[in-house]
């Protein structure tokens, strides 16, 4: 029988490329055919066949209250009515940049913007126009939206000029782009005695989540921090993804570094698009009207949009949720490990709050090198096995995970009880 989503993916492919509107949906590194999906409640999701899954993708870490939250729908439904955007000012992202104060002291201004590639983009353009300077210095395997010279390959050596990751991006444009492996001390070491002084800023996930998961070395970010102090460079902390889901405060409060800006996303968007950047005061008054950076966006700080992350932001502020959230986290990593255990399959996983990764390795990788040699095959078999008993993993090994404050221990116990059917499957195929 050819199911509904297959029918979807059929047609989509004709008039999409690749039948998806963002590439991993696609599904092509664990193959197969993706999941049209037509409704999401709390931690659950069904797709276009009617078949029930318990989601950890939670649109790439927005949903944080779950689904279809009851008080963010009637919030978004409530100023909805009112119109759906201005293009002029209104309370409501008056009372963002509050909230977002209140939760992140150091970024003492805020803009908002639409996604979290404005936001990103937007950021180094006001570090570049406050410092002068060009060159950025961003790590190995972090993500940071799809702006042009932020899609720049890793290369191995202490300082790799820029290679273009994409077809598409300007060698000129790409070389202004240093990068380094994650977590290594030495090599920034070398490099900020190098060009620390021509750098604009550095950018980075404090915690990494577009390499799978990857935690930083503590002594990695203070030392980059005294580094960025000492040579004038700025410090951009990309939270578009830990942001209000490590911690209430971010990784900023987690591992109590202060960064000079910020970029969010995700969360701070309850699921529609919102993005925000902002930092020291100094630093941001060079923006436009007052100064002579330029950025703007037509429904920037949408008021559809702000509402639904107020409220989402006002449900997270609720007292033990983030403790409740890492402890559910804990709980799925804490399952899966037992699991694998048991069945005898290599296998790692870890979790920061509500991300968590989970690795076909002996050991949770530091870097990308380390996160490229995890077994790619295991996961795939792995995947598939999971997807069969409802569990919507992301779909490559390259991905974090994400729990929602919807997930119950109902959610974990059949989560973890699919897991050591799907790690059965893996050791099978391996001995086949
Ligand atoms: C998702 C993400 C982005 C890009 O945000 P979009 O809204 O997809 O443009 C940037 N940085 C990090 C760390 C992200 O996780």
Redesign the pocket.
């Known amino acids: 029988m050819t199911s509904q989503n297959q029918i979807l993916f059929e047609k989509s492919q004709r008039l999409i490329p690749g039948g998806v509107n ?1 590439p991993v949906r696609a599904f092509r590194s664990v193959g197969g055919t993706p999941v049209f999906f037509k409704k999401g409640l709390g931690s659950k999701l069904w797709d276009v066949d009617g078949k029930e899954y318990i989601d950890y993708i939670n649109s ?2 927005p949903m944080i209250v779950g689904h279809a939250h009851p008080e963010v729908i009637a919030a978004v439904q409530a100023v909805a009515v009112n119109s759906l955007s201005f293009g002029a000012p209104t309370g409501l992202e008056l009372e963002m940049a509050e909230a977002i104060n209140h939760l992140m002291p150091s970024m003492e201004q805020v803009r908002l913007v639409s ?6 983009m937007s950021a180094i353009r006001a570090a570049r126009g406050f410092t002068g300077r060009s060159q950025f210095l961003k790590f190995e395997g ?5 702006a042009d010279a932020l899609l720049v390959k890793a290369g191995s050596g202490l300082l790799t000029f820029g290679e273009p990751d994409s077809a598409g991006v300007p060698t000129e444009v790409a070389a202004n782009t240093l990068t380094l492996p994650y977590n290594d001390v030495a090599q920034l070491e070398a490099l900020f005695k190098q060009s620390g002084d021509a750098l604009a800023c550095v950018i980075i ?1 404090p915690v990494v ?2 390499m799978n998961l990857v935690k930083p070395n503590p002594l990695f970010l203070k030392t980059l921090r005294e580094l960025c102090t000492k040579h004038g460079v700025v410090l951009i902390f ?5 942001g209000f889901r490590v911690h209430l405060g971010g990784a900023q409060a987690l591992y109590g570094i202060k960064p000079d800006m910020t ?1 969010l ?2 969360v701070i968007g309850g699921g529609l ?1 919102v ?1 925000a950047f902002g930092g020291r005061k100094e630093i941001m008054s060079g923006l436009a009207p007052l100064g002579k950076v330029y950025q703007a966006g037509t429904l920037s700080g949408n008021p559809v949009a702000v509402t639904a992350g107020l409220k989402t932001l006002a449900l997270i502020q609720a007292p033990g949720f983030h403790e409740q959230l890492a402890a559910q986290t804990q709980k799925l990593v804490d399952g899966l490990m037992a699991a694998a255990k048991k069945v005898g399959v290599t296998f790692s996983a870890q979790s920061v709050g509500g991300m968590f990764g989970l690795y076909f390795s002996a050991e949770c990788p530091n870097c990308f090198d380390e996160v490229m040699a995890s077994d790619r095959a295991a996961f795939n078999t792995f995947f598939h096995s999971m997807l069969d008993s409802g569990i919507y993993l992301g779909p490559s090994a390259f991905e974090a995970g994400f729990v929602s404050a919807a997930h119950t221990d109902a959610d974990i116990a059949a989560t973890v009880a699919a897991a050591e059917k799907a790690f059965a499957k893996v050791l099978s195929t391996k001995q086949a």
Not at 115 to 120: R, Y
Not at 238 to 242: A, G, I, L, P, S
């Open positions: 963002s790439w870490g996604s979290g590639t404005e936001a990103t972090c993500y940071h939206g799809h996930e989540g577009n990309d939270e578009v993804m830990t970029t996303g995700k698009p993005g």
